[in-house]
C-alpha cells in the first residue's frame, strides 16, 4: 500500500501564492508518476498535473500552465505543486495521487490522498 497525505492549502487572494505538499510512504517503489487533481464544488474531478518519480517527465493542464509546477523530492517521497498567479476558478479540493502510468487519466492511478482545500477569493 501507497499513504498520501496533502498539505498547503488554505485562502488566498487572487493573484496569490500556494504550494502544495504531497507526502508518500509505503510501498512507493511500486508508482512510477505522481499527479495532482482538483475538484470544485459540483463538477466532477479533473486532472492538473502529473510528474515521474525518475525521468521528470511532466505534463499539465492547459488552465495551469505557466502559472503551476509541478515538481519531486525523491529523498523525501514528497511532490509539490506550486501555484502562482491563483483565480478564483482554481478553487477546489486538491488531490494527489500515485500510479503505474503517467497519465492524466484518474484511471491510471491506485493511491489517492484525503484532498486539501485550496479557495482563492476575488
Known amino acids: 500500500q501507497v499513504q498520501l497525505v496533502e498539505s498547503g492549502g488554505g485562502l488566498v487572494q487572487a493573484g496569490g501564492s500556494l504550494r502544495l505538499s504531497c507526502a508518500a510512504s509505503?510501498?512507493?517503489?511500486?508508482?512510477?508518476?505522481m499527479g495532482w487533481f482538483r475538484q470544485a464544488p459540483g463538477e466532477e474531478r479533473e486532472f492538473v498535473a502529473a510528474?515521474?518519480?525518475?525521468?521528470?517527465?511532466?505534463r499539465y493542464t492547459d488552465s495551469v500552465k505557466g502559472r503551476f509546477t509541478i515538481s519531486r523530492d525523491n529523498a523525501k517521497n514528497t511532490m509539490y505543486l506550486q501555484m502562482n498567479s491563483l483565480k478564483p476558478e482554481d478553487t477546489a479540493v486538491y488531490y494527489c495521487?500515485?500510479?503505474?502510468?503517467?497519465?492524466?487519466?484518474?484511471?491510471?492511478?491506485?493511491?489517492w490522498g484525503q484532498g486539501t482545500q485550496v479557495t482563492v477569493s476575488s
Open positions: 495521487a500515485a500510479g503505474s502510468r503517467w497519465a492524466a487519466a484518474e484511471n491510471s492511478y491506485d493511491y
Open positions: 509505503g510501498r512507493t517503489f511500486r508508482t512510477t508518476a
Open positions: 510528474i515521474t518519480w525518475s525521468g521528470g517527465l511532466i
